[in-house]
DNA sequence: TCTCCCATGTAATATGTTACATGATTGT
DNA sequence: ACAATCATGTAACATATTACATGGGAGA
């Protein structure tokens, strides 16, 4: 879920600059951003989180570091600084993006006309969960995400309602009978 | 590249409805969409087929297919289109996306802001790529692509478009005094 | 025949997910 | 003391990429 180039090693790297964080931590916070970056499971944080300790490019910090269980706060290194800005520096690789969906519409032809608009209806309604999602986050800002990371969130809002918008006018110039349903949804989007 | 649930199976049945293919053609086709889907790499699509082929869901179709090594076109099955469309009534799982480019957002707190700037603009450059790629696609119509996939180039094109508005005005926001560049630029992109 | 490109195949490697197991902590 | 949740760890599995190797056909 992460993909190949770039790996969980930076992007992890990269959040303990701001501030020391377990694994958990790291979870939790790259959560919010599961439908722009992806959000790394526990069998893949982990032990990346261990790879980097060995490395040296992160160091413990915690109060209860000899138990073998228990929460582990990891803290960037400047070595671990270093590798992060000769990353920062390489040119990023375009990355595939969206997958499944567009998948299917590229096999739209295989669907019946319900088919493809129930299709299309699916992706609405998770697009506006996520945009629900990020302008949640934006309102709990302060608390635990560093302004920086506005940024972020302007850019997802922005292309979830640039997919919202043409998901709305190709669902009612292919279907218009049925249009009735988009903004009875619609309305209930705009409340969030 | 091209994520987990999903699978390349189901594409590749998907693009064998519409015509036989070998695992090149299918590669060059996807190629284009690569954007938006991803495209595969040999070391996985021709596995796929094989395994495709043991299953029953394809057959072999050609001229040579006691060689060993040659042009081999794949055919979908009726037990293969069964498959597709099982698959084609579930729910599609909502996969991360963008990955990298939104990763170095969500660190840009730790860019200089000229390698903020950098970042941003290498997208810009990125995006606007993929989108004349789109668009020449859009052209060259009727000879390879099944009118059913102007749909999947139209929602591509939108989604471009839109970050490329985004960049933009961010990028103006943010660096005023350097707008002149993505004026520059902009005049580039239109000719194609 | 030689060379170049088309086309397929495969082994080594990397990375990630799922499912499971287990230890700590906190509230009642 | 008990349950619920927090937090970490790990083995089995799935899947993709990379780099390499190989065979076939068209033209010089």
Request: proline share 4%; hydrophobic share 40%.
């Amino acid at each position: 879920m992460m993909g190949g180039k770039i790996g969980l090693r930076h992007l992890v790297l990269g959040l303990l600059v701001q501030r020391p964080m377990s694994g958990y931590d790291i979870k939790r916070l790259l959560k919010g951003f599961s439908w722009l970056v992806g959000s790394p499971s526990f069998g893949s944080l982990y032990p990346a989180l261990r790879t980097l300790l060995e490395e040296g490019l992160v160091t413990e910090e915690g109060v209860s570091c000899q138990n073998k269980r228990g929460r582990r706060s990891y803290c960037i290194t400047e070595a671990g600084k270093q590798v992060l800005q000769d990353w920062s520096h390489q040119p990023a690789v375009p990355d595939a993006s969206l997958k499944s969906f567009v998948m299917r519409l590229i096999l739209a032809g295989n669907f019946s006309r319900p088919g493809l608009f129930a299709h299309l209806q699916q992706r609405r309604s998770q697009v506006a969960v996520h945009r629900a999602t990020l302008n949640q986050m934006g309102g709990t800002l302060d608390k635990e995400m560093e302004p920086e990371q506005r940024l972020a969130l302007d850019y997802g809002l922005a292309l979830a309602t640039a997919e919202l918008s043409w998901l709305d006018s190709t669902m009612k110039r292919l279907f218009q009978s049925l249009s009735v349903e988009v903004r009875q949804e619609e309305s209930v989007d705009s409340k969030v």
